[in-house]
């Protein structure tokens, strides 16, 4: 397998996910602005979200993966569909209860979500609309395991555009029908999460009989059981203890963040969502595209001892972070004020609103490198199913954000949020680093000195590029001329790629390295 292709394909399809949410997010933007009613519907968002990374994307893939695939490798795929039946059958259930217990419990959950929301009661409404949406996304990544466990990376890497396309057509179609009925049309947001929740999982469907795991989920008692015991099943409820304490500190940490921000007035849950929208941009195309094509590499390599293969498969995903990552987040720095005006200052999204956010936007930037860096080596530890360490890690950064709050919020404000959500990811990538290091996992292969060198000249000059740009053009000014102004943005944006791979292929970088296969 060609590890660049494998995760070219996964960035592209994640690119187009991305490129459809942020279409959805500019629609939002103009249609509902940046008020307590986008708060509102942020924060009732924001609670199946978390619940997803903690039960699906997170803790549970980061537990279920490399099970998945060491089993694979060393017994064979009928031992390994066992497996995926059990798995699913205890899932299944355990969400079912949650999604109960949640649409219940709505009122205290948004509470502690947001309890300074002006529109309090619509997000509890909205949650309990939306909570179901859980159960979808965790079912998801149980499949998108599966299938990346099996090399099928396509299906799951274009999953998310459904949801994005599902909330766009309940937008358009359905807001105007609710304000004739006299319904608030934010609803039909919550409308379009549930319906692209169920789309998500429907398509993956076909994608798994094609390799015949579609999982058999056992509804009766009896079969309950027979998949409780399951040894598979306990191993991966023993990996999912650390890893869910480690993906619950970093939502605690949103968590807080999000109750500050509540307390700050109309808009603030708001802007910070806005930019962190386009900081997941980066953070989706290049850390999880990795993340999704080393976790299964690095299992198999594991299992088969083969440690040289596991450090080059380490060093490839840092390389390219360095190379991708440290250009966007410069970007991020000294361009965000075109990027967040082209893609949301539009209709109700006022200049004021643009300034906000481009602070925040700028926070989360300075800590690009460790937001994607963490993707890459997190990896390395969960492919020994060592989960514990990186929730030791981020045990300290949590407490570490938390003081760089009380630092920056009262200097910053919203802005102070972001920025030690940045920072925080740093140290967390930085000690990453040094443990992958301290324990032989990961050896640097020569040249990386100069590697840097050659990067860091190419993104300075791009850096200036952007800059210039920024300072030149009147982006604010430029919404009466709406397509002139995308079109200064495209242009910026090619010229700065251009002189950036122009730039390192000058100084003697030769691309073709990142072609390894795996």
């Known amino acids: 397998m060609n590890l660049l292709k494998a995760a070219s394909t996964v960035s592209l399809w994640t690119l187009m996910s991305r490129v459809t949410g942020l279409i959805r997010d500019q629609l939002i933007a103009s249609v509902f602005g940046a008020t307590a009613l986008t708060d509102a519907f942020n924060v009732a968002f924001r609670i199946p979200n978390l619940l997803r990374r903690l039960f699906g994307e997170g803790a549970f893939s980061a537990a279920f993966v490399p ?31 949650t999604c109960v217990v949640g649409v219940a419990g709505a009122p205290i959950i948004v509470w502690l979500f947001g309890a300074g929301l002006q529109e309090l009661d619509l997000a509890v409404l909205m949650t309990r609309w939306m909570f179901p949406y859980i159960g979808f996304m965790s079912l998801v990544a149980l499949s998108a395991g599966v299938l990346n466990t099996w090399k099928r990376f396509a299906v799951p890497a274009f999953t998310p555009v459904l949801l994005n396309v599902a909330m766009i057509s309940c937008m358009v179609l359905l807001s105007p029908l609710l304000e004739r009925w006299g319904i608030a049309p934010i609803h039909a947001l919550s409308a379009g999460v549930l319906l692209g929740g169920a789309l998500q999982l429907g398509i993956q469907i076909p994608a798994l009989m094609r390799i015949g795991c579609l999982p058999r989920i056992g509804l009766g008692p009896a079969a309950l059981l027979r998949a409780w015991r399951h040894p598979g099943v306990h191993r991966v409820l023993q990996q999912m203890a650390p890893a869910l304490l480690g993906v619950s500190v ?83 720095l000294v361009f965000a004020k075109p990027l967040v005006a082209v893609l949301f200052h539009y209709g109700k999204f006022t200049p ?89 996992l990961y050896v640097p292969s020569p040249g990386w000195p100069l590697f840097l060198v050659r990067v860091c000249a190419a993104t300075s000059l791009v850096g200036v590029l952007l800059w210039q740009a920024a300072v030149r053009l009147d982006w604010i000014a430029l919404q009466a001329h709406s397509g002139q102004r995308a079109a200064w943005l495209a242009a910026v944006i090619v010229a700065g790629a251009v002189l950036y791979f122009g730039s390192l292929r000058l100084l003697g970088l030769n691309l073709r390295q990142f072609a390894r296969r795996g």
């Open 67 to 97: 099970l998945l695939a060491a089993t694979r490798s060393a017994e064979g795929d009928t031992v390994t569909r066992s497996l995926i039946d059990a798995v699913a059958t205890v899932l299944f259930w355990a969400l079912l209860m």
């Open 250 to 332: 970093a939502q605690i940490s949103l968590l807080i963040n999000s109750q500050i921000a509540s307390h700050m007035g109309p808009g603030a849950v708001s802007w910070l969502f806005y930019a962190d929208r386009l900081m997941e941009f980066p953070t989706a195309v290049l850390g999880v595209a990795l993340g999704v094509v080393l976790i299964p590499g690095l299992s198999a390599l594991q299992a088969k001892g083969d440690h040289v293969g596991y450090a080059g498969h380490l060093d490839w995903g840092l390389r390219l972070v360095v190379l991708l990552a440290l250009p966007c987040g410069v970007a991020m």
């Open 352 to 440: 004021q609103a643009v300034e906000m956010t481009v602070l925040a936007l700028q926070g989360y930037g300075c800590g690009l490198m460790g937001l994607v860096g963490v993707k890459v080596l997190a990896p390395g530890f969960f492919a020994q199913q060592d989960l514990r360490t990186p929730v030791r890690i981020a045990v300290v950064v949590l407490i570490c954000t938390q003081l760089m709050n009380a630092i920056f919020v009262p200097l910053f404000a919203h802005a102070g949020l972001a920025l030690s959500i940045g920072l925080g990811a740093m140290i967390n990538a930085g000690w990453l680093f040094f443990g992958l290091r301290k324990r032989g």
